[in-house]
């Protein structure tokens, strides 16, 4: 049995022992780089902007997991 919850870690290139602390720092960078309205301002194509979107979602969801499981 391998913990799937891994997966939400590294979306947000985190591992488990890092402090809640270490883990809203990098969802917040990771949250700039791939924000639809940042993405789209640097007017690059549409297949770029639907890859950023998916990827912003995913940081999303990986965030509010681990923030449910931790409890903070």
Known sequence: YVD?????????N???DHTNED?????RKLVFEYHPDKIASKGL?????????DRFREIQEAYDAIRKKRGF
């Open 14 to 16: 985190s591992d488990p």
């Open 45 to 53: 194509p549409d297949e770029f902007i639907k890859l950023a979107n």
């Open 4 to 12: 799937d919850f891994q997966k939400y870690y590294a979306t947000l």
């Open 23 to 27: 883990i809203k720092k990098q969802y």
